[in-house]
């Protein structure tokens, strides 16, 4: 079977945004495990992860349009709700997990929400 030139640039589309997503994902799950705080942990957990969901969904919705006609709001309602949800919750954890006293790891590091906590109170 014969391909035609925009199929073969959907196809190639579909799996570029699949191996994004995917390394984005593996990314992710490598830097939760690797990095030493949860500031960072939370950093790869909402950030790398949010783009690779995202990736692998617009990957599968050009597939199944591409192959089978098929617009997927689902698809589109589900990359908007993890695009708006993922970095919220993300700064929500860490707002929280500040709040409640953990500290970042981190030798020389200075704290401009703690800082500005201070200056409130302070007022």
């Given at each position: 079977m014969i391909e035609t030139g925009t199929e073969i640039l959907?196809?190639?589309?579909?799996?570029?945004?699949?191996?994004?997503?995917?390394?984005?994902?593996?990314?992710?799950?490598?830097?939760?495990?690797?990095?030493?705080d949860l500031y960072t942990r939370l950093h790869a957990a909402t950030k790398a992860s949010t783009l690779g969901i995202s990736a692998m969904l617009i990957g599968t919705?050009?597939?199944?349009?591409?192959?089978?006609?098929?617009?997927?709001?689902?698809?589109?309602?589900a990359i908007i709700f993890i695009l708006l949800t993922a970095p919220v919750s993300g700064h929500m954890i860490s707002r929280a997990a500040h709040?409640?006293?953990?500290?970042?790891?981190?030798?020389?590091?200075?704290?401009?929400?703690?800082?500005?906590?201070?200056k409130q109170e302070n007022y």
């Open positions: 959907l196809n190639v589309s579909v799996a570029l945004f699949l191996l994004i997503g995917t390394f984005f994902v593996l990314s992710s799950s490598l830097g939760i495990v690797r990095f030493p919705f050009i597939f199944l349009y591409a192959e089978h006609d098929i617009v997927s709001g689902k698809l589109l309602l709040r409640s006293g953990v500290k970042p790891i981190a030798p020389n590091r200075s704290d401009a929400y703690e800082d500005d906590m201070q």
